[in-house]
């Protein structure tokens, strides 16, 4: 055990904890966000992902020794913010929300993709998601969601 | 008004990006401990002995012993034991739970648990058939005694559902009440076979649907063998549990799509189908489950798209010593129409006619027979649908062309249907769906047990309701389904929900519509068959389904001449679904189902090793990326049946069915061999391109 | 339980190595996945941990005239995006993948894991990549090549880490990369294929040919590049049954849940054609 602090969603929060500790596991039980979701566990399927220092990783594969002094920001954190709010329109009107369990993760590297690249192509559009897997939309409809946000936010990244 | 089909924002989107929508592993309860299933290391023997390691105050195994009520799941064919009691049918069939309050000391006895076992040799070959059928039409097979004979074999891999949220479960007990949360298509299978696990009685059991990540099938019957054992340690142990598969299990033990071998064989007369005599083989697994209804399915769509007089029709389910396999999205069609949609293709080849003039040659129309002499009652569209595919795709100038060039591009065509709702009689003597609508104030709740697993049933049957009562839909309440509070609508499967259930809570809804200034009060319906629909389920004989909904894809592909890897360019898609409920829904249906089906046609492999899964977590199972998708057209058509909801019929299955087999004949005409099998993997086509066929 | 040092500087790094026995993670992308046991609790590693992945003095992409620099703990994205590094190496980072992924895993990680189907490796090969190694009283410099022992086994002691990866420069006029997945990104390669070439006064100068996932190591074999130095173009063409001929006694592949071993002997024939014709 050992004492860790980073920022979580603009939180300055310490904890007592095993550094062998998934970040997945430590984000959903002892802080109770459960926005990202453990589809794999193996860095496959992108449903944990979350912004370390505003890029995209997945807290399956993330030790919490990893994460000492960092900026990580989950879905919940996220979903406060302006550019979340373009994000989330964008999906809604593009019909990119299926089942859901991907669509946090989706969610994160879609504003990880934009904060990079504010104007992506298509093929840059794919490269970004494609640590992120969706077994229900077939992704096209993500991907125009994508292009929608860009499209929308203009500006905002 | 609006055309009910323009889209709307689905209900459920905020909750869903947000992260807040509840999943089940994201329920926490006080106390709550943690199950951890102990399964067999072998595939077929006895169980001789099993040493526990010594439990720690406040851990628990539960087994068979445990179970007050009958030790079976009920599913279709009841012949899964919840846990085994010392026979051991397949690798990693469950024994008992270990249950605890800490994984990390569950996870340490979990490994120290001993099993001593008496091996047998297990069978994985298909030759014990444990369910048979046979059927006639017209001639039968003595229309194969005469012209000429075709004859070719056809099969068909596993297909993962690869839903991106594991099963899971979790249980409490309300004082004599077993109350469990799961992910589930089905919240009443689930209620029934824990009422049998546990001898309870109808109101002892609870069952409430979680926010569910995807199911396709996976959750029909699978679940229930989760929430008997789960039922049963609820009641010894009476504290929540917690029962959530990871990855590697969720796909070692979970049904998957049954593989198949299909052999065909035609007699020709005058350039056209004048017999067909088809084997359907399918590989059950370990126990029979939903085997024979998937059987009947395939067998009964052994015409295909076509209009074909003589059949004699027969098929087997093996059973063998590995995991059981079960519903997965299109139910036994997907296999067949790869097969029979390839044979049609390579008639006419070996005819030396044009495949696609062929098929149109033979397309069934309003009124033919169908397989089982049924009728096709409604117009079929599917002459118009094709003028368009080839308009908009190039079909016939691209598949010309491609034949003659050497980059190996090509494309293909698959023209398929689903048959609507349960097969045969099944809705009638069954399902009995019952639906209820309650009004209070100048709000109505939509009481049924359909799931929203993704496909929008949350949006679309709130819309459906508050357009016909011509009231904001903030006025209709649906909340996941509570078995304590919803009558049994039948499970959320077979592309019934909209056209079966929707049409019940239409016809409440219009009740409703005409007592609007009573007050509150309740409305409650109960499905009745047409009248036309008679089918006689043991001699195949009649209206299988009430209505067809039916396609066309078009699947343009580019094979790498150095690797044999296929990358998909484009697909065009034309469905006749009745009616949209909610036309961007239905896209997203049509997108992701194509991609499911295209990706069984050529992407997703997986086999067993002497009944061991060999891909057996997301980075062995390959399910396409963003990058292995391309842009997909779909053209929707109306054509309403007189009993859906607004002529509404079904949508899930029909998109996943045309893939493999568009797919595969693309690969064909890019590579100019014949595709016998699917997936058809970059290993097979450098096969064919050794040693195929022409 | 095992314990978890975390390194905030080489020095760090260094002393815990020497004082120690630790299994180094930097990312943990690969490490966490191979010692997992179950979701909600600690990673099950055998032994003590060392974490390294927050020691910024490692995480520096530098050239000088004949080589680049790439620190240790650089992570895949930052590797990606510099242009110092040789585009090859860059492709195959971009193929290999996915954004989430390259943010944390490194390359030195994946060299440390010694999997015979690391994708990165098949070019570093290629490059004749060298390294770093260093511990609290000495400094080694040695060829990726003969660091690799077999599959997951590699030459570090105990108290060393790597802590930079040395790519010499070298000018080539065809570089060509290939990995060959189930689909088509993010996932583990069937195999890979790695290509060079340097023509000087239209004869070959020097040619290399790297295959990976074909064999325990990855397979590049001097030996035969040294055949065909001063080859004119025209002729090194149409030599391709030759110099498949030459390989097919090295390639050795297996058949497995991803693959067989037909295909991948064929395709790696195929890509040595495919190589041959973009000269």
């Known amino acids: 055990m050992a004492k860790i602090k980073f920022t979580l969603n603009n939180e300055v929060v310490e904890i007592d904890k095993d550094l062998n500790m998934r970040l997945l596991d430590v984000l959903r039980n002892d802080f109770n966000l459960t926005g990202p979701k453990e589809g794999c566990g193996e860095g496959e399927c992108g449903a944990c992902a979350v912004l370390l220092n505003h890029e995209i990783v997945n807290s399956c594969c993330t030790p919490l020794a990893n994460v000492m002094d960092k900026e990580i920001i989950t879905i919940e954190g996220f979903s406060i913010t302006e550019r979340y709010r373009i994000i989330k329109e964008a999906f809604a009107k593009t019909g990119g929300v299926q089942c859901g369990f991907c669509t946090p993760g989706m969610i994160i590297a879609t504003e990880s993709l934009l904060n990079k690249n504010p104007h992506p192509n298509d093929f840059e559009i794919k490269i970004g998601l494609s640590g992120n897997l969706c077994r229900c939309t077939g992704y096209n409809l993500i991907i125009e969601a994508v292009k929608e946000a860009a499209k929308a936010g203009e500006g905002l990244w | 008004m609006r055309d009910i089909s323009t889209s709307i924002n689905k209900v459920d989107n905020d909750e869903k990006t947000s992260g807040k929508a509840i999943y089940v592993a994201d329920i926490k309860l006080d106390n709550m401990l943690y199950a951890f299933t102990v399964r067999s290391k072998i595939a077929k023997g006895k169980i001789i002995k099993i040493d526990y390691p010594e439990l720690p105050l406040g851990y628990y195994i539960v087994d068979y012993k445990d179970i007050p009520g009958k030790n079976i799941v009920k599913v279709i064919f009841d012949d899964m034991p919840i846990f085994t009691e010392g026979d051991i049918t397949y690798l990693y069939e469950p024994i008992a739970l270990l249950i605890g309050p800490d994984k990390a000391v569950l996870s340490k006895l979990f490994a120290e648990v001993k099993i001593e076992y008496k091996e047998e040799e297990p069978v994985f070959a298909w030759k014990d058939s444990v369910i048979h059928y046979h059927f006639d039409k017209g001639l039968g097979k003595s229309a194969l005694e005469e012209g000429k004979i075709i004859e070719y074999v056809y099969q068909t891999g596993y297909q993962e559902q690869a839903y991106i949220e594991p099963q899971g479960f979790i249980g409490y007990l309300e004082t004599d009440k077993t109350t469990l949360i799961g992910s589930i298509q089905c919240p009443y299978y689930v209620k029934n076979a824990v009422i049998q696990a546990l001898g309870a009685k109808d109101d002892e059991v609870r069952v409430i649907q979680a926010a569910v990540g995807g199911a396709f099938g996976g959750k029909e019957e699978f679940p229930s063998l989760m929430a008997c054992q789960l039922a049963v340690a609820l009641k010894k142990i009476k504290q929540p549990i917690q029962l959530v598969y990871e990855r590697e299990e969720d796909m070692l033990v979970t049904t998957k799509r049954h593989p198949s071998r299909i052999n065909f064989k035609a007699s020709i007369k005058d350039n056209k189908i004048n017999g067909l005599s088809v084997h359907v083989g399918i590989d059950g697994g370990a126990t029979i489950g939903l085997s024979g209804v998937v059987l009947s399915r395939a067998l009964i769509a052994c015409t295909g798209a076509y209009a074909i007089d003589n059949l004699d029709v027969s098929g087997d389910v093996y059973k063998t010593n590995t995991v059981p396999n079960g519903a997965f999205r299109g139910f036994g069609a997907p296999q067949m129409f790869f097969a029979i949609e390839m044979f049609v293709e390579h008639i006419a080849m070996e005819l030396g006619l044009d495949p696609l003039e062929f098929s149109k040659s033979i397309l069934a129309k309003q009124g033919d027979y169908t397989s089982t002499m049924g009728v096709f009652r409604d117009p079929v569209l599917m002459p118009e649908m094709i003028e368009k595919a080839l308009e908009v795709s190039d079909y016939n100038n691209k598949k010309t062309m491609f034949k003659k060039q050497q980059n190996l591009k090509g494309v293909g065509m698959s023209l398929f249907f689903h048959g609507c709702g349960f097969t045969g009689s099944g809705e009638k003597n069954i399902i009995k769906a019952k639906v209820r609508l309650k009004k209070q104030f100048d709000k109505v709740e939509i009481l049924i047990a359909a799931v929203d697993m993704g496909q929008g049933v949350k949006t679309t049957f709130r819309k459906l309701v508050a357009h016909i009562l011509e009231i904001d839909i903030d006025k209709v309440i649906f909340n996941n389904p509570d078995t304590d509070f919803v009558p049994d609508s039948g499970p959320t499967v077979a592309s019934r929900t909209m056209m079966i259930v929707g049409g019940l809570v239409a016809r409440a809804t219009k009740e409703v519509k005409d007592r609007w200034n009573e007050g509150s009060f309740v409305v409650e319906k109960q499905y009745e068959q047409p009248d036309y629909i008679k089918y006689d389920e043991s001699n195949f004989k009649g209206d299988a389904y009430p209505a067809y909904s039916w396609g066309v894809n078009v699947v343009e592909v580019e094979v790498d001449r150095f690797t044999y890897q296929v990358k998909v360019n484009k697909t065009w898609a034309f469905y006749d679904i009745g009616k949209a409920i909610d036309e961007r829904i239905v896209i997203g249906q049509a997108d992701g189902g194509l991609a499911q089906g295209l990706a069984y046609g050529y992407l997703e492999v997986m086999n067993h090793d002497k009944g061991k899964i060999m891909q057996k977590n997301m980075t062995d199972y390959i399910i396409p990326t963003a990058m292995d998708m391309c842009s997909m057209e779909t053209y929707l058509y109306e054509n309403p049946y007189a009993y859906g909801p607004y002529g509404a019929k079904g949508v899930g299955e029909l998109s996943l069915i045309g893939g493999a087999p568009a797919v595969a004949k693309a690969i064909e005409n890019a590579i100019g061999k014949k595709v016998f099998k699917i997936p058809v993997t970059p290993e097979y086509i450098m096969e064919l391109m050794k040693n195929g066929k022409d | ?279």
């Open chain 3, 1 to 279: 339980m095992v314990k978890a040092f975390v390194a905030k500087s080489l020095d760090d790094c260094l002393n815990i190595l020497n004082q120690e026995n630790v299994k180094i993670v930097a990312g943990g992308t690969d490490m966490l996945i191979q010692n997992r046991t179950h979701s909600g609790i600690a990673i099950g590693f055998k032994t003590d941990v060392l974490y390294v992945s927050l020691v910024d003095e490692l995480k520096h992409i530098t050239e000088d005239k004949s080589n680049i620099y790439i620190g240790a703990t650089c992570s895949l994205e930052q590797i990606l995006e510099n242009n110092l590094v040789p585009k090859i190496l860059r492709d195959s980072i971009l193929e290999m993948a996915s954004p989430a992924i390259r943010h944390t895993a490194t390359l030195a990680g994946n060299i440390g894991n010694a999997s015979p189907a690391g994708d990165s490796l098949v070019c570093l090969y290629l490059l004749d990549a060298k390294l770093e190694i260093k511990s609290i009283n000495s400094t080694r410099y040695q060829l990726l090549k003969d660091f690799i022992l077999g599959v997951r086994k590699i030459d570090l002691a105990k108290n060393e880490m790597i802590t930079k990866i040395i790519i010499p420069k070298i000018n080539f006029d065809l570089v060509y990369f290939r990995k060959v997945g189930p689909r088509l990104s993010d996932a583990i390669s069937k195999l890979s294929f790695a290509g060079a070439l340097r023509m000087e006064n239209n004869l070959v100068k020097d040619i290399r040919f790297a295959f990976g996932a074909v064999n325990i190591f990855v397979v590049r074999r001097r030996e035969i590049e040294e055949k065909l130095i001063g080859i004119d173009k025209k002729t090194i063409k149409d030599m391709s049954d030759e110099i498949i001929g030459y390989y097919s006694e090295f390639i050795k592949p297996i058949d497995d849940q991803r693959s067989n071993k037909l295909y991948r002997k064929e395709v790696c024939s195929n890509l040595i054609k495919e190589f041959l014709e973009k000269i």
